[in-house]
């Protein structure tokens, strides 16, 4: 089912950090002066890490843009893909917000989502911002748990639920068996529903999966499905990038076509060391991480948070 376009440019994550290698050598005074060594040999790694790019984050979207346009006009099927540099997250929440007022969702959930990680290390307080929303499994989890007409994976990489069928139990079950937490069911409620005038951008027509909805309370279609990121299909189908990747202010979030060798997704991403999630899974996800860490901070990586 699923149609593997993974980027050989990617390089496999080592496992490596700080962290684990203390917490592997022991503890007392020897394990304090072989950190300090491998926190040494880590900062001069870290001196030879790219910097994050310079552009501005408009700039970047710009050029994004520019080749979600030349991958449509090419007519050939692309590989969509999904790159986050968490060195340039700074947790401001604005592509949750962008998500939400581009995809109606009600209080049991949003598609996107800012996870905040603090880090009590060193002398001052430190925090990883790391986005997140449906990774687009290759081999996915939530599809291996309900009937195979429910969840479906498009030639591009998008998995696309059928809301007319992946409803009650199938969705609790697809819910539960996303190891990501990226499904949330539809309760059938808005914000405002208890006010004196329900909100009309809570009960706007909108477009998901190729259909277009109204989150009504009482006459709600979508009560009781199970929903989820879609890369924003809706827009890509008409030449506009995800919500979430025009919105993102510190220029963190890249998209693009992996088939597309001239794209800026397969510059950023050529020779870089990625993190994946649950890779262990073999899920193949198509929202990846940069895995490096902040040029001051060697020893703060995905590992700090992921063995
Ligand atoms: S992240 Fe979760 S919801 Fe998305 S495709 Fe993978 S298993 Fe399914
Ligand atoms: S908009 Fe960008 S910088 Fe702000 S939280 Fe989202 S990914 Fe991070």
């Not at 808005?190 to 190729?210: A, I, K, M, W």
């Not at 794209?263 to 996800?285: A, D, M, Y």
């Amino acid at each position: 089912m699923a149609s593997e376009n993974e980027n050989p440019a990617l390089k496999p994550t080592p496992r490596r950090g700080f962290l684990q290698t203390l917490a592997g050598v022991g503890s007392g005074a020897v394990a304090a002066a072989v950190g300090w060594k491998v926190l040494q040999s880590q900062r001069a790694e870290a001196a030879s890490i790219p910097p994050p790019l310079a552009e501005s984050s408009g700039s970047v979207v710009l050029r994004m843009q520019q080749d979600l346009e030349v991958t449509l006009a090419g007519g050939k099927t692309p590989s969509w893909l999904m790159v986050v540099d968490t060195r340039k997250c700074i947790g401001c929440d604005a592509c949750a917000v962008a998500c939400r007022a581009e995809n109606p969702t009600g209080p049991a959930g949003n598609f996107r989502r800012v996870i905040k990680k603090d880090l009590p290390i060193g002398p001052r307080p430190w925090a990883i911002y790391k986005p997140a929303n449906c990774l687009q499994c290759d081999d996915p989890p939530c599809a291996r748990a309900v009937p195979e007409d429910m969840i479906l994976k498009r030639s591009d990489g998008i998995v696309e639920f059928d809301y007319d069928k992946l409803k009650g139990p199938s969705a609790q079950a697809a819910a539960r068996a996303c190891p990501f937490g990226a499904i949330h069911v539809d309760d059938g409620k808005t914000f405002t529903q208890s006010t004196p005038r329900p909100q009309d951008y809570e009960l706007r027509p909108f477009v998901e999966n190729g259909k277009t909805y109204s989150r009504k309370p009482g006459a709600n279609p979508l009560q009781g499905a199970a929903r989820k990121c879609t890369f924003c299909s809706h827009l890509l189908d008409v030449g506009v990038l995800p919500a979430c990747v025009t919105t993102c202010v510190g220029g963190a979030m890249y998209f693009g076509d992996a088939n597309n060798p001239g794209s800026l997704i397969s510059e950023v991403t050529q020779g870089r060391r990625v993190f994946r999630g649950h890779q262990n899974l073999g899920v193949k996800p198509r929202v990846i991480y940069f895995e490096e860490s902040m040029p001051d901070t060697p020893h703060i990586d995905c590992s700090a948070c992921h063995s």
